[in-house]
């Protein structure tokens, strides 16, 4: 049965008609700029034209078509980036647009930021062209199959030999291979590999390696060394294009040259000598992806919610026994109720990601005239906006799959692979637990420095108001009194101060600083997410004070963030509570003006999503088509099934018709 044609009509033009807002000037305020949208728009349609980058049969490929299938995408990448000419904004668009994991990401993406954070300059111009030309590739292998959260326990080591000049990398133990790189266990040629540095009989700790790993000339694994793929991982297609892999060591020799020594350095003769940098420095790449793992999750969340609003307008359920039409599932209270709050927190997230990036320009702008001191906070800011906003867009893409129903459940909705690909973001970069007490001890000891009399700057300056936030209650009287940024901004600040000085309070009567760290860190976590969420809703309200252009744009925006905090709110209510920054009443009201607040958005909410300028091939969905005519792409979607390349299915002959054909019975028949 061969598909249905689909019509040419805008079956979502009558929800475009009812937009209060210029859509064009949204995509501005959400793009960051009119220059952005144009450079995203044009590189998002290249990709969409070009054959070589077509994915919609992707989750129907074996792991081997899978992968090669990612390593003709990456060439042609390349052959495209260097035959336009592209700049380097350009390229990292195309490739975001290529949207299918592979050593690429690594390559540039922690490679070669490993070389040139923690390179010396030398380094960095031996190495760096080679990287930017592609006549090698590289990949990060930090992990190892006993270690990955806790750094200091990897077990690699690096030894070095006076009298050859080299150091001997060496993988003494099972647990020591190296484990989860991606682009090594198939096509990386380099790794940065992280390894503890042994010099004149000392352990210095963890320290960063250029290996090769494999030749030049036919790619085959040098002496020494071992290395191939771990293996298939969740999901169909998703992140297996990726070769995540397997390093080990065999007393393998390299230069001494081939140490990264920005920071710290070991002479010929086999000295150690450390600069005088924060050796927190060596984990600067770390902090540098977690920055670019925050605007991903605003991307992979609203790709999500672009599909479930579309499809929600679309799709239609009840409400016809007069004979009238259906209701769309859009309209359902308890829909908009699951759904806004993501479309809220999509736009959140660009915005936190936006200034997250701006920080970050700016602590490596103090680093480098050797200002150090905003260290800690880019680092408990990269590690808690990594954690909140990874765990929060996981479970909204399977939220979006549930408000699909059925249909979302199919590989056609395109949302069980993006859950696929993007939960690992939960995990990589640092465990989100992991992260999220980090940021925790960052607090505690802000807070221990308040006695002091020490006043906390940039997203603990909040804390500095000690006197107020701690007894101060919240003024609101009526459901529209939460529309004041004040208003909210006061009890996030009181609920996270309040929430960290309890729990350092609760430290301090513990035998120890470390037993009550240990004892306490369930509620640490709570406090750490209490923060962030703070850090989100703040910068969502900073970003709003900014010049914003547009019929109607600043007012959406300004209904966003009311419902990202009064619905952060609602979900946390019971910390709201137990704090005493609000009433039970108050909690109520809140909740009231959440449900004005999803009225106001309804008519707009395609509107919205199309703000996010998607390009159908980048959505790779049926249900977020941009035309929603989602019935006929679904049907015809079916009929590409290799199941269905026949009629009567392989196996017929050995398993069904004999089955069917047999004469035995069972006896009680
Ligand atoms: C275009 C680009 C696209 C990119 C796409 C990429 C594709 C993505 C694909 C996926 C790719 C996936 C790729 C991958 O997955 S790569 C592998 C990623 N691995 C991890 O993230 C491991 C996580 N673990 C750690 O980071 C450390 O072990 C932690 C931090 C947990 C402990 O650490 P440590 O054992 O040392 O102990 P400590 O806790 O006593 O801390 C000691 C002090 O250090 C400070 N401190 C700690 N950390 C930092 C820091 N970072 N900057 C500045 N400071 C830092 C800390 O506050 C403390 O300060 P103080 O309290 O003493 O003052
Ligand atoms: C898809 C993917 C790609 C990756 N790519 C790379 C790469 O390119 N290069 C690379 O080097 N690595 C890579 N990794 C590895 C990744 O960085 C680690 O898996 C990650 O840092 C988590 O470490 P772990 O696996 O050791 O988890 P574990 O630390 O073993 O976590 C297991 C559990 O223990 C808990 N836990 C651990 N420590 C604590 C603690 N102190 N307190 C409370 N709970 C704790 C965690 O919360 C978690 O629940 C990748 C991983 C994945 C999944």
């Given at each position: 049965m061969a598909a249905v044609d689909g019509g040419e009509v805008d079956h979502l033009a009558g929800e475009r008609a009812t937009a209060h807002f210029d859509v064009d000037a949204m995509k501005v305020a959400w793009a960051g700029s009119r220059h952005a949208v144009e450079v995203n728009d044009r590189m998002a349609r290249l990709v969409a034209s070009d054959p070589v980058f077509r994915k919609d049969t992707r989750t129907m490929l074996s792991r081997k078509e899978l992968f090669k299938d990612t390593l003709k995408k990456a060439a042609h990448a390349w052959k495209r980036i260097v035959e336009l000419r592209l700049t380097e904004e350009e390229a990292n668009l195309l490739r975001l647009y290529v949207d299918q994991p592979g050593y690429v990401d690594l390559h540039w993406g922690m490679f070669v930021p490993a070389i040139k954070g923690q390179g010396t300059e030398e380094q960095q111009k031996k190495w760096v062209p080679m990287a930017y030309k592609f006549q090698i590739i590289g990949c990060y292998a930090q992990t190892e199959l006993g270690h990955g959260s806790n750094v200091q326990g990897l077990e690699t080591t690096a030894t070095f030999d006076p009298n050859t000049d080299e150091f001997v990398v060496h993988s003494p133990t099972l647990t020591s291979s190296k484990w989860w790189p991606g682009g090594l266990g198939k096509a990386s040629t380099h790794a940065v590999v992280y390894a503890r540095l042994i010099t004149q009989g000392k352990d210095y700790g963890i320290h960063g390696f250029i290996v090769q790993l494999r030749s030049l000339d036919d790619h085959s694994p040098l002496p020494g060394i071992t290395l191939g793929d771990i293996g298939g991982k969740f999901g169909s297609g998703a992140y297996n294009s990726m070769d995540n892999g397997v390093l080990r060591f065999d007393h393998v020799r390299i230069p001494r040259d081939q140490m990264l020594m920005r920071l710290s350095q070991v002479t010929r003769e086999g000295k150690y000598v450390h600069s005088d940098v924060p050796k927190q420095l060596l984990y600067g790449t770390m902090v540098y992806v977690r920055q670019t793992i925050v605007a991903d999750a605003s991307k992979a969340l609203s790709r999500a919610v672009c599909i479930a609003v579309r499809y929600s307008a679309i799709r239609k359920q009840f409400g016809s026994q007069a004979g009238g039409p259906e209701t769309q599932v859009l309209n359902y209270k308890t829909q908009q109720s699951r759904l806004f709050p993501l479309l809220a927190s999509a736009y959140a997230y660009r915005f936190v990601g936006e200034w997250l990036k701006w920080l970050y320009t700016d602590v490596m702008q103090k680093l480098e005239a050797k200002d150090y001191s905003t260290l800690p906070e880019a680092h408990a800011c990269t590690a808690g906006l990594k954690s909140v906003t990874t765990s929060a867009t996981a479970d909204a893409i399977e939220e979006c799959r549930k408000l699909c129903?059925?249909?979302?459940?199919?590989?056609s909705s395109g949302l069980p692979e993006l859950f696929a690909v993007y939960v690992p973001a939960c995990t990589y970069e640092g465990d989100n637990v992991v992260l999220l007490l980090q940021v925790a001890r960052f607090l505690m000891k802000t807070v221990s420095q308040l006695a002091s009399g020490k006043q906390p700057v940039g997203t603990t300056a909040y804390m500095g108001n000690i006197q107020y936030l701690m007894q101060c209650k919240s003024?609101?009287?009526?459901?529209?009194?939460?529309?004041n940024p004040a208003a909210i901004k006061e009890v996030f600040e009181a609920r996270a101060l309040r929430m960290a000085v309890n729990c350092a309070q609760n430290i301090s009567k513990a035998p120890s600083q470390e037993e009550g760290f240990s004892e306490l860190s369930p509620d640490l976590l709570e406090s750490a997410v209490a923060h962030v969420q703070l850090i989100i809703v703040t910068k969502f309200f900073e970003k709003l004070q900014q010049d914003i252009i547009g019929h109607g744009v600043k007012e959406q925006l300004q209904n966003l963030c009311n419902i990202y905090a009064l619905f952060l709110l609602h979900k946390h209510l019971g910390d709201f509570l137990s704090t005493g920054c609000i009433t039970p009443k108050q909690g109520a009201l809140a909740n009231e003006q959440l449900g004005r607040l999803y009225a106001q958005v309804r008519p707009n909410a395609v509107a919205l999503v199309d703000a996010f300028d998607y390009t159908d091939h980048y959505l790779s969905s049926v249900l977020g088509r941009y035309d929603g005519d989602v019935y006929p792409a679904l049907y015809a979607e079916?009929?590409?099934?290799?199941?269905?390349?026949?009629?009567?299915?392989?196996g017929y002959q050995e398993h069904l018709r004999p089955l069917l054909k047999q004469q035995l019975k069972f006896s009680r028949l």
């Open positions: 129903g059925g249909h979302g459940y199919l590989n003024a609101v009287n009526t459901a529209g009194d939460w529309l079916a009929w590409k099934d290799p199941l269905n390349e026949t009629v009567i299915p392989d």
